[in-house]
């Protein structure tokens, strides 16, 4: 397994490498390393000095006996940064503990796994030596508990360099690790990313991000080997490692065989994806699968000769690291042996475990709290709107909402050293479950109270956690005189709802088809903004992702930086079938924009339509309306032709969209209309005449 290059060949080979073109396949999206550092070398001229002096400093490297006692044990204090959007992002202490308990275990050779290493590893088992400690001191000299939460919709745009912007602490005093929702390098999923020292492209941004999905092993965390390791593995490159199978090659490709990842007893390997067969020989020896530093799925072990390299860079003054660990950084941070940890105030933190669905539902709040570093003796006053029971002094309460609404949610968490209060406005939705059944639904946004109708069966509902919600627009539509338009310039990475009417298709048979028009432009070609669309059958209490249609597809007109209103050419459509829903009492649809910074998405013409017919077909429904006489007098009526008389709504509107009035369940197809509405002031109106699928508009002069 000994690899004999030069050091100068090495580092030569190296630099090289980071300067080339890195192919990022979709089967690296385990780790953004490589992506990211090839972006920040290309970026500066000074990473690619920075790199070199790294790779100067450690290649005369030997380990030696440290000062904090006699054996080689490096305490490192870490601070973790959590960054939410107040949901389950907003992952708890335990979690993050459990994570650095892991890490712990992976960097001392204490982790059970072990005993799993194939015999002819067994023998380079690394303990690294290195403990991590979370920070009890902030860079204030306030109490912590090393944890610190921030409300922000970046923890779902995948942008970890939006995330790394909210909060930093001091990277030349304490080992910072963002945790997010969602992230990306090169528009693709990752699990996490690092940069080697030095080579960040700020001091602020040194440091670990990786999803929660992945961080320690309880809470969010999918809980696999691999989900278990990715903070031992993204450590690793925040310590000086490369890949097992090189710097930049791409994981799994024979390519790998050429590249080096500078260890002289890691084998040359192509590397293994989501896979552990330690039989592997891709390279003329076996490869070390079971190295932190691969992509498989059983992450055990560091070699000796990454515990040299590691120790090299904690020694290293490049990127910070050897202050780290410095004997008067350790009592600075709280994190040196014998130092007492101290109880704080704690921060309120809560999290709904649903924030729509029907009256008459219960829902389980959870407190969240944070910062009090011994978590004891905490109490807790809970105020719930529109609730029953509506407080609560109970840690993890349980409560009903029986009437439609939006509702606030307050709560008071103390301890002994102090208090903490978080209200938010809106934070529960719920609405009626008034289900009619509908061979035909056809929805325009017509009326100038959407999503809210005069007859509640046929009301919508928009929702999104931040301030930009969809919104009713009369500036573009693709049918009728308005549409809804979602802004996904601001707050990006938050989701934005439109939530359907329930329906009822007791007796109603297949095929039962969705349908809306819809208009998107980027901003620029990189926005990934995505639409989703989900079905649920139990009044939103929990959804089923129907389909996922990414920037591409949506785009109806090409990047502008200008604000989008599409012309009418500028629309596109689509028809989703539901046909396993036939007879289903109650089935609800909820379009989603998952904002990733692009430009307008616009929704119109919304349908819900059963039997063997396509959109333009609907339009053949015809039914005739006339006014006679107009301007409008005591005689004037309405005569409406329809063989369905019973299921048209007349309404009347004023120049400005305004409705003035309205009449449903119709019995007569002439309607008187100075009985029908009030006489109004001299102008102009509009009648508007609706089926179910088609909006006749008839403009009138009182």
């Known amino acids: 397994?000994?690899?004999?290059?030069?050091?100068k060949h090495r580092i030569t080979y190296l630099?090289?490498?980071?300067?080339?073109?890195?192919?990022?396949?979709?089967?690296?999206?385990?780790?953004?390393?490589?992506?990211?550092?090839?972006?920040?070398?290309?970026?500066?001229?000074?990473?690619?000095?920075?790199?070199?002096?790294?790779?100067?400093?450690?290649?005369?490297?030997s380990p030696g006996t440290q000062v904090l006692g006699g054996a080689v044990n490096y305490i490192i204090p870490v601070v973790?940064?959590?960054?939410?959007?107040?949901?389950?992002?907003?992952?708890?202490?335990?979690?993050v503990k459990d994570a650095i308990k892991i890490l712990n275990e992976d960097y001392q050779k204490r982790n059970a796994d072990t005993a799993s290493i194939v015999s002819a590893f067994k023998s380079i088992i690394a303990d690294v030596g290195i403990e991590f400690r979370l920070a009890t001191i902030d860079p204030n000299g306030d109490c912590t508990n090393g944890i610190t939460r921030t409300f922000s919709y970046a923890t779902n745009s995948g942008n970890g360099s939006v995330a790394k912007n909210l909060i930093s602490w001091d990277t030349k005093k304490y080992y910072n690790i963002w945790v997010v929702n969602y992230l990306e390098a090169?528009?693709?999923?990752?699990?996490?990313?690092?940069?080697?020292?030095?080579?960040?492209?700020?001091?602020?941004?040194?440091?670990?991000?990786?999803?929660?999905?992945?961080?320690?092993?309880?809470?969010?965390?999918?809980?696999?080997?691999?989900?278990?390791?990715?903070?031992?593995?993204?450590?690793?490159?925040?310590?000086?490692?490369?890949?097992?199978?090189?710097?930049?090659?791409?994981?799994?490709?024979?390519?790998g065989c050429g590249d080096d990842d500078g260890v002289s007893d890691t084998p040359f390997t192509i590397g293994s994806v989501n896979s552990c067969n330690t039989s592997q020989i891709s390279c003329g020896t076996l490869d070390n699968v079971q190295n932190f530093m691969d992509y498989s799925l059983c992450p055990y072990m560091f070699t000796e000769g990454q515990k040299t390299r590691m120790l090299a860079a904690v020694n290293s003054n490049t990127g910070f690291r050897k202050g780290l660990w410095d004997a008067n950084n350790l009592i600075a941070t709280g994190v040196n042996d014998g130092y007492v940890v101290q109880e704080c105030a704690p921060k309120a933190a809560f999290y709904a475990g649903r924030h729509f669905f029907c009256a008459g539902d219960t829902v389980s709040f959870y407190d969240n709290s944070y910062g009090d570093s011994l978590g004891t003796n905490r109490s807790w006053e809970w105020t719930f709107e529109g609730a029953t029971p509506s407080t609560s002094t109970s840690k993890n309460p349980v409560v009903t909402y029986n009437n439609p609404g939006k509702f606030k949610v307050k709560l008071k968490v103390s301890n002994a050293k102090g208090l903490d209060s978080l209200e938010i406005a809106d934070y529960i939705e719920t609405f009626t479950d008034n289900r009619k059944t509908y061979?035909?639904?056809?929805?325009?946004?017509?009326?100038?109270?959407?999503?809210?109708?005069?007859?509640?069966?046929?009301?919508?509902?928009?929702?999104?956690?931040?301030?930009?919600?969809?919104?009713?627009?009369?500036a573009a539509k693709s049918d009728g005189y308005a549409s809804l338009s979602v802004d996904l310039h601001t707050e990006t990475g938050c989701s934005h709802s439109l939530i359907s009417p329930n329906f009822n298709f007791t007796g109603v048979s297949a095929p039962i088809n969705y349908?809306?028009?819809?208009?998107?432009?980027?901003?620029?070609?990189?926005?990934?903004?995505?639409?989703?669309?989900?079905?649920?059958?139990?009044?939103?209490?929990?959804?089923?992702?129907?389909?996922?249609?990414?920037?591409t597809y949506l785009k109806t007109k090409e990047p502008t930086t200008s604000n989008f209103i599409p012309a009418s050419s500028e629309w596109n459509g689509m028809v989703l079938n539901f046909d396993a829903f036939a007879g289903q009492p109650n089935f609800r649809v909820k379009t989603v924009i998952e904002a990733k910074g692009g430009n307008k998405l616009y929704l119109d013409n919304i349908k819900i339509f059963h039997g063997n017919v396509g959109i333009s077909d609907l339009k053949n429904q015809n039914f005739t309306a006339k006014v006679f006489p107009n301007p409008i007098d005591e005689s004037s009526v309405l005569v409406i032709e329809s063989d369905n008389?019973?299921?048209?709504?007349?309404?009347?509107?004023?120049?400005?969209?305004?409705?003035?009035?309205?009449?449903?369940?119709?019995?007569?197809?002439?309607?008187?209309?100075?009985?029908?509405?009030?006489p109004q002031e001299k102008g102009l109106y509009f009648l508007k005449i609706f089926n179910g699928v088609e909006i006749k508009t008839i403009s009138i002069l009182f």
């Open 439 to 474: 061979v035909y639904f056809s929805e325009s946004m017509e009326e100038s109270t959407f999503p809210t109708a005069a007859d509640s069966s046929r009301s919508w509902c928009t929702s999104s956690p931040g301030d930009v919600k969809f919104t009713r627009t009369t």
């Open 80 to 95: 973790v940064h959590i960054i939410h959007d107040n949901g389950v992002s907003n992952i708890s202490d335990d979690q």
């Open 645 to 678: 008389i019973e299921n048209l709504s007349v309404t009347l509107h004023d120049v400005l969209g305004r409705k003035l009035g309205a009449l449903n369940n119709l019995q007569s197809n002439t309607i008187a209309l100075n009985e029908a509405f009030p």
């Open 1 to 7: 397994m000994n690899k004999m290059k030069s050091i």
């Open 186 to 255: 090169g528009g693709n999923a990752v699990g996490g990313y690092s940069y080697l020292p030095g080579t960040a492209p700020s001091s602020e941004k040194e440091g670990s991000i990786m999803v929660n999905k992945q961080f320690g092993s309880i809470g969010t965390s999918y809980g696999t080997p691999l989900s278990k390791a990715t903070l031992a593995h993204e450590t690793g490159h925040y310590l000086g490692l490369y890949h097992t199978f090189g710097s930049y090659s791409t994981a799994g490709s024979q390519s």
């Open 15 to 61: 630099i090289i490498l980071l300067l080339s073109v890195a192919n990022v396949a979709k089967s690296q999206s385990a780790c953004g390393f490589d992506y990211q550092m090839k972006k920040s070398i290309e970026s500066d001229p000074a990473k690619k000095v920075a790199l070199e002096k790294f790779l100067a400093q450690i290649q005369n490297y």
């Open 515 to 551: 349908s809306f028009d819809f208009a998107y432009a980027q901003e620029n070609a990189s926005n990934t903004d995505l639409l989703k669309v989900y079905f649920s059958i139990d009044c939103g209490q929990s959804w089923s992702l129907k389909t996922t249609k990414n920037a």
